[in-house]
């Protein structure tokens, strides 16, 4: 564990570079591509006043925004097209990459590194800012 990981205490989040974490156990998340998950990333900050919770990014490849939310937060919601619902059901398993809070991460990075264990982005503020720049 590394020591900004040790203050923080959360133990989904790896010692360095990044690991798929099981979502549906210690927290759902919601992916959206493109600048669209910029764009809702920059919603949601606005929102909620600066910090919306746990929010990671991908340089590379679909260039997925990533929403960390409650764990069985996502399930039984209506959520617009262009979000992805990562979570575990009977039917599905959805892992989640998780970058380390400092070194070398590429090509995820933290818009917004989580703050303190079970602070999460809020799920239903989530689905509204995403319906309102999607529907």
């Not at 998950?37 to 990533?66: C, F, H, I, K, S």
């Not at 959520?79 to 991460?105: C, F, H, K, M, Q």
Request: proline residues 9%; hydrophobic residues 40%; glycine residues 8%.
């Amino acid at each position: 564990m590394n020591a900004l990981n040790g203050e923080r205490n959360i133990e989904w989040l790896p010692a360095s570079g990044f690991q798929l974490r099981k979502a549906g156990v210690q927290f759902d998340a919601v992916r959206v591509d493109g600048d669209a998950g910029r764009r809702l990333a920059d919603l949601m900050e606005e929102l909620v006043g600066r910090e919306p919770g746990p929010v990671v990014t991908e340089a590379n490849g679909r260039r997925g925004v990533y929403f960390f939310v409650p764990p069985g937060s996502t399930a039984h919601r209506c959520w617009p097209r262009e979000v992805t619902i990562l979570n575990s059901t009977r039917s599905r398993v959805s892992y989640v990459p998780v970058p380390a809070l400092d070194g070398r991460t590429w090509p995820l990075a933290w818009r917004y590194p989580p703050t303190e264990p079970g602070r999460f982005v809020h799920t239903l503020i989530l689905i509204n800012a995403a319906d309102s720049l999607f529907r």
